[in-house]
């Protein structure tokens, strides 16, 4: 049997100039960080010839070709596995839709271990490559390139996306203190809605593509908040690099008015006004996670779960997508 597993993701700055509706134009950064909540995918031999596939479905077919999962389908037509006797199971710690990166974490994760079962060694260029060759090229989902390296590489990572695509990976040079710091004070809410990243992401695609320039401008301005909070982490001034999160988010509500709903912003209030020095919607927006950097992370917890807010707890993640 094999065992994958891929890191889920929180962005700290620059998310969105990593589609190529933008950077093809103007380049992308952004800052993301790998957590420790995981998507795992297991893969076994079946001995009747079927390729069984367990996920929120049940799909027992004889060829890669009759699979309804998409992202399946197409990484075992990528690593050459169509014809073989597979039961591949997918298991996550949170769930789809909630804004942290779960489709491409899913797609490395089940790369990984297609590849360890073949016994083929990938590095992690070619295997963050591979999932977004799947999810951008072969299935044309209006996504950027953050997640599939996320994934793949781990850590708190820089990227900076050139305009032919390419992605230079590298770790943030933060402090071992300011980042336990950053650990400490970042929570993690869930809004409870879970959303299509896809709707969101393909309104900012097609409005780039045809150089809409209030959306262009949003991007220039978000990239760079990326590079000013890479300045903030890597001189170790958190409360800098909380204010820009919260401009972040006025930013990035201006995006699509699918961004937030009148329920997010009255608990993004509330998080303001009792501990939360800033905060944003994690991932594309419409729901999922609220994130906040707190000082006095005791009182932003106690007034957040008196509304019903679900606190998930994590640390950073360095080591991305793995075999177990």
């Known amino acids: 049997m094999i065992i994958a597993r891929s890191p889920l993701r929180i962005t700290l700055g620059g998310g969105g100039t990593d589609l190529a509706s933008y950077y093809e134009k103007r380049e992308g950064f952004l800052i993301s960080a790998a957590i420790d909540k995981y998507v795992y995918i297991l893969i076994n031999r079946t001995f009747d010839q079927s390729l069984l596939l367990k996920y929120s479905r049940l799909e027992r077919v004889r060829d890669a070709s009759e699979l309804q999962h998409p992202i399946v389908r197409e990484a075992l037509k990528l690593v050459e596995l169509t014809n073989s006797p597979l039961e591949i199971c997918s298991m996550a710690d949170i769930p789809a839709g909630t804004g942290l990166g ?21 590095g992690k260029r ?6 977004c060759e799947i999810e951008i090229e072969r299935l044309g989902e209006p996504i950027g390139k953050q997640d ?3 994934s793949t590489y781990g850590g708190i990572t820089c990227m900076s996306i050139q305009k032919d695509g390419f992605v230079q990976v590298e770790p943030l040079n933060m402090s071992q203190e300011t980042m336990y710091n950053l650990e400490d004070n970042l929570i993690l809410f869930f809004t409870g809605y879970s959303h299509s990243a896809g709707n969101i992401l393909e309104e900012q695609d097609k409005k780039s593509k045809k150089n809409d320039e209030d959306m262009l401008r949003n991007l220039d301005f978000v990239k760079q908040m990326g590079l000013d909070s890479r300045n903030a982490l890597e001189k170790g001034d958190l409360n800098k690099f909380a204010e820009i999160m919260n401009i ?5 509500k201006k995006r699509s008015g699918g961004m937030s709903n009148p329920k997010i912003d009255e608990w993004y209030e509330y998080a303001l006004k009792n501990g939360a020095l800033g905060g944003k919607l994690i991932g594309a927006g419409g729901g999922g ?7 006095d992370k005791v009182r932003l917890r106690s007034a957040l779960n008196t509304v019903g807010l679900e606190e998930v707890r994590f640390r950073f993640e360095k080591e991305g997508a793995k075999l177990l």
Do not use: C, P
């Open 289 to 295: 996670f609220l994130m906040f950097y707190a000082n």
């Open 248 to 252: 972040h988010w006025e930013y990035k």
């Open 126 to 131: 070619q295997l963050a490559e591979e999932a």
């Open 148 to 150: 599939q390296y996320i």
């Open 102 to 122: 779960s489709s491409s974490t899913f797609t490395t994760a089940l790369l990984r271990a297609l590849h360890g079962y073949k016994g083929d060694f990938v």
